[in-house]
């Protein structure tokens, strides 16, 4: 894939808008390091040159001096005895209620004349991910309800069982609670690895860190930009009031580009561009393996510079490109279909967001990875349990006529197995707020 704008460029012009005032709050060591970067996100418009603000939460002080911070709009918050939370959910939420007052004085502050807020957690720790429901309900109870959504990365499947189980626990009371939050963003580490490794099979773990979280912050700018600051081609339009209801939509949000060169496109040739602009759509940018025919809302913009928008965009284009995201998602509620022309741009660049989706697959695969270390550590526990029944047990006293016959060999057995189970369950009560009931 041929990518002509890139983040570098769109920072360095001076003539673009912005749709919203995003304000990014940190949980955690890896929530910081990503709302961090999407903070520090710095451009050469007059008056915007940091767009957008942050407030970067731990238990752990020194976590705070690995992070590069430019923007002078974040700030950093430690609650705990600041040595971390070690993994430990129950550790990780009791740190943040018990300053509960400090944390929500610092986000009304920090957050007051912002459009939306992200919540950033890297599921499978011990404060991002024992606070995110603690900071769900406070945004929640603080003047910033259905202005905020989350951001949450999903583990690798080499991280560990105490990982994926943490991220397990903290998905299943969010997902009973989707109805009352807006979107939900996932970041599939296992996938963005998968590239990055393949990529750059020399390059070392902080690269790839470094990586994920600039391509998360540039992935989220684009879009912010893109509905506005382009001259619509034609009469259809994805303007930023649509963009913001978008991301107010309950549900999993599902983002995807793809970029190819003006001269590729050959409208008498289908096969030219439109496999590629689905395959873009099925894989996504960040996660994928969604059940896009359940998305409640759709959009797809599509840019291109005059002279290539004078060739390109014709109403059999924009026809097709239409009936591919009909196709795709037949029940979304909306699904406007815009072209713009942006004077600069090299190349022809589509964007689509799916809104109101369920939890990917990769959650499942995580429970199937879940009950696989689940069954491992069993069957290392019933090895254990041989030993330990070994200085447990008393021999039954005997006639001995021999030496020889003390000669045997006793052992013991037991076999315990707890097996991972999940449940939720539906509220049907008009006045039900899930979030209330987390």
């Not at 992070?67 to 040595?83: F, R, S």
């Not at 009371?173 to 996938?191: E, F, Y």
């Not at 016959?405 to 315990?416: I, K, R």
Request: aromatic residues 8%; hydrophobic residues 35%.
């Amino acid at each position: 894939m041929t990518t002509t704008i890139t983040q570098q460029n769109l920072l360095e012009r001076d003539d673009l808008h912005f749709s919203l005032k995003f304000g990014y709050l940190g949980l955690g060591m890896g929530g910081c390091s990503i709302a961090a970067e999407c903070a520090n996100v710095k451009t050469n418009v007059k008056n915007g040159h940091f767009p957008y603000n942050g407030l970067l939460i731990n238990t752990n002080n020194m976590d705070f001096e690995k992070i590069n911070i430019i923007n002078p709009n974040i700030e950093k918050l430690q609650i705990g005895n600041g040595k971390g939370a070690g993994r430990d959910l129950e550790a990780g939420e009791k740190a943040f209620t018990e300053e509960k007052e400090k944390v929500t004085g610092a986000i009304k502050k920090q957050f007051m004349d912002r459009d939306f807020i992200w919540i950033v957690a890297g599921l499978g720790g011990g404060t991002g991910t024992g606070s995110v429901i603690e900071a769900i309900k406070l945004l929640h109870s603080n003047g910033f309800k259905k202005r905020f959504g989350l951001i949450l990365t999903l583990p690798r499947n080499k991280e560990g069982s105490t990982v994926i189980s943490n991220a397990l626990e903290r998905l299943q009371r969010i997902s009973k609670a989707m109805a009352g939050l807006g979107s939900i963003i996932l970041v599939d580490n296992q996938k963005l690895y998968d590239k990055f490794i393949k990529e750059n099979p020399n390059s070392t773990l902080a690269d790839y860190l470094t990586y994920s979280n600039n391509f998360v912050s540039a992935t989220l700018h684009e879009l912010n930009v893109v509905t506005a600051s382009f001259k619509p081609f034609g009469d259809s339009h994805f303007d930023s009031s649509e963009f913001e209801n978008l991301l107010k939509t309950p549900g999993v949000l599902s983002l995807s580009k793809y970029s190819v060169k003006d001269s590729k496109i050959d409208l008498g040739n289908e096969s030219s561009y439109v496999p590629e602009f689905k395959d873009s759509i099925n894989n996504g940018i960040l996660s994928d393996g969604y059940k896009l025919d359940n998305a409640t809302r759709a959009a797809a913009s599509v840019i291109s510079n005059k002279p290539t928008a004078q060739r390109v965009f014709t109403l059999g284009f924009t026809d097709k490109i239409e009936t591919i995201v009909d196709e795709i998602a037949p029940l979304a509620g909306e699904k406007p279909i815009a072209t713009y022309v942006d004077e600069k741009a090299r190349g022809v660049h589509f964007y689509t967001v799916f809104a109101g989706l369920n939890l990917p697959t990769r959650v499942n695969e995580l429970v199937v990875e879940n009950n696989r270390l689940t069954e491992l550590q069993d069957n290392k526990d019933d090895e254990d349990d041989v030993l330990a029944s070994l200085q447990t047990f008393k021999r039954k006293k005997k006639q001995v006529d021999s030496v020889d016959d003390l000669d045997s060999l006793l052992s013991g057995n037991s076999n315990t197995i707890d097996d991972f189970e999940s449940e939720s369950k539906k509220k049907q009560e008009d006045n039900y707020d899930p979030i209330e009931d987390m």
